[in-house]
């Protein structure tokens, strides 16, 4: 039996998030499509002679504890499974924290694919989705780990065919921004309505109609962060201004993204934002087989 797991653990942006409608149980329906980008994680989890979590991690800034979404996953799924034993924790940290990029959820998800491999436990894909709905909205999205529709609070996840090839530069203002603040607001100020982006996004992936794509980016919460978080707007026409065509405010914000079909406009505009901004990147979207759970050979 295998003592320890390398893992992958992938961002995600948002090529739509509608908000559907208000559930009695507080939270939206939404209707999403997500994707994975080459901006990752790694988690080094090893098993332990007793049943503790420990969790440490690269980032001074992230609690070690059950808040966070790594920890819970873990101890989730020892609670789960009645495994009597615990795990070690390492977590290399490179997707930025609270920034709408899915790091903490994406996390989760590793986590309780890796425990079901340490431990060799069979878990079908409908529990597993229990568990991960159980830690976060996004969470279950990131057990596919590829383009894929996500619709009801996060539960429904469809495997799409890959994205087609695009550059994506990523910036991201430095106040950070919390999920469940922005949808107050929504919920305070906004309607929910049928989703007319999402579905017609869906058939141009299906024909890969690059341009298409393009034109049916969609976010009902980039309204509602703009009006708390006007730095996340001036971001957005900057990118413009410097040429950017597609840009679009992945999940609550406040990262901002542009798609390109052509490296060269990319480079441009990530050069021209790092001349005032910190925390900008140069990726680009993954297909489905770059995303697979990740085992390092050497360990
Ligand atoms: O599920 P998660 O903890 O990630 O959600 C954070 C917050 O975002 C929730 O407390 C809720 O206010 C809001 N949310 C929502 N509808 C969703 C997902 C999240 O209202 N489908």
């Given amino acids: ?29 939404l209707e999403m499509i997500m994707t994975t980008i080459d901006l ?32 819970r996953a873990a101890r989730l799924f020892q609670q789960w499974s ?22 903490g959820s994406s996390n989760a998800a590793s986590v309780l694919m890796g425990l079901t491999q340490l431990w ?44 087609p090839p695009f550059y994506v530069v990523l910036a991201r203002p430095p106040r950070a921004v919390s999920t469940a603040t922005i949808f ?31 034109q049916l980016l969609n976010n009902d919460l980039e309204k509602v ?15 413009c201004r410097f040429g950017a065509e597609y840009v679009l405010m992945s999940g609550s914000g406040p990262t901002v993204f542009a798609l390109f079909t052509r490296f060269s406009k990319a480079r441009r505009v990530y050069h021209a934002l790092r001349g005032y901004l910190k925390d900008v990147l140069l990726l680009h979207t993954l297909r489905g087989h770059e995303t697979a759970l990740y085992t390092h050979p050497k360990r």
Avoid: C
């Fill in 1 to 29: 039996m295998r003592r320890e797991i390398w893992l992958k653990a992938p961002a995600k942006i948002n090529l739509t998030l509608e908000v559907t409608g208000r559930r009695s149980d507080g939270y939206h329906n």
């Fill in 40 to 71: 990752s994680d790694r988690l080094f989890i090893r098993e332990r002679e007793d049943e503790r979590i420990v969790l440490t991690t690269t980032s001074p800034h992230l609690p070690t504890d059950e808040k966070n979404l790594a920890y």
């Fill in 82 to 103: 009645g495994v009597r034993r615990g795990v070690t924790i390492d977590l290399q940290k490179h997707i930025p924290v609270a920034a709408g990029l899915g790091g």
């Fill in 120 to 163: 060799q436990i069979p878990a079908s894909l409908s529990e597993l989705t229990e568990l991960a709905l159980a830690l976060g909205s996004d969470v279950p999205f990131f057990l596919y780990g590829q383009t894929a529709y996500v619709s009801g609070r996060g539960e429904i996840v469809r495997p799409l065919p890959s994205l």
């Fill in 184 to 214: 107050q607001a929504f919920a305070a100020s906004e309607s929910p309505h049928p989703a007319k982006y999402t579905s017609q996004m869906v058939e141009a992936l299906y024909a890969r109609q690059t341009d298409k794509i393009l």
């Fill in 225 to 239: 962060t703009f009006r708390l978080y006007p730095e996340v707007r001036a971001l957005k026409n900057d990118m």
